[in-house]
């Protein structure tokens, strides 16, 4: 079975400081990899996945991943964060064959303050 | 675009009430979820559905159960609500053939008194 740590339940930075959130995952198999973002009052969204290939994921907002398999790591990277992107970010695994699950790590609440 | 739609986005219930959550998904997809989600635990299954018809428990499918009669549509019931399923939930969707991107609704959040 998979399971997803953040390492972090908070992360305060200052606008356009550069920022990242860590994940942690464990899995026995191959994996597919997601970060979603809640903003408030909403549901979750796509931010960024890796499924296959390059490492080195670019999602919507500015925001990249890398895909690291020896570290069993996928960090969430930005190097400039906005007033905006204050959220809660969610990384999430599922196995590649298997089940079709996706298991969700605990958050990482974001603020950006001016 | 993928539309999941919540129609209850803020619900109050008192402890015993019967309670429906519905989603209805708008592009044909296969697979329904239903997830919970509390501060500091993230968020946990509570049932799932391949197709019409169809359900599987989740990781918390106690207390809940679920109706999927048409492929649009994924309700959630609480037989009896209690103070303990105070929280928000989200329903999602998935494409079958997607790598298991899911789409969220908005969310419902319900408390009982």
């Known amino acids: 079975a998979q399971s997803v740590t953040q390492l972090d339940s908070q992360v305060p930075v200052f606008e356009e400081a550069p920022v990242e959130l860590r994940c942690n995952y464990s899995s026995s198999v191959s994996v597919y990899l997601f970060w979603y973002v809640q903003y408030p009052n909403q549901g979750l969204q796509l931010l960024l996945k890796y499924l296959s290939g390059s490492t080195l994921v670019k999602g919507i907002n500015g925001f990249e991943a890398e895909f690291n398999k020896s570290q069993t790591s996928f960090h969430l990277r930005k190097p400039s964060v906005h007033i905006s992107d204050t959220a809660e970010y969610f990384c999430a695994v599922s196995d590649k064959g298997g089940s079709e699950k996706l298991v969700f790590g605990k958050g990482t609440k974001l603020t950006v303050n001016p | 675009d993928v539309k999941v739609t919540q129609s209850s986005r803020y619900l109050v219930k008192r402890t015993g009430e019967k309670v429906f959550l519905e989603c209805v998904q708008d592009?044909?997809?296969?697979?329904m979820f239903w997830y919970r989600q509390d501060p500091g635990l993230g968020l946990r299954l509570i049932y799932f559905s391949y197709d019409v018809k169809m359900k599987e428990k989740g990781d918390i499918p106690e207390g809940y159960s679920v109706s999927r009669e048409k492929k649009e549509r994924f309700s959630l019931i609480l037989e009896s609500a209690s103070t303990n399923q105070t929280s928000m939930y989200l329903c999602?969707?998935?494409?079958?053939?997607?790598?298991?991107?899911?789409?969220f609704g908005a969310g419902s959040r319900l408390t009982v008194l």
């Open positions: 592009m044909d997809h296969e697979n």
């Open positions: 999602a969707s998935r494409d079958r053939s997607g790598a298991n991107v899911l789409t």
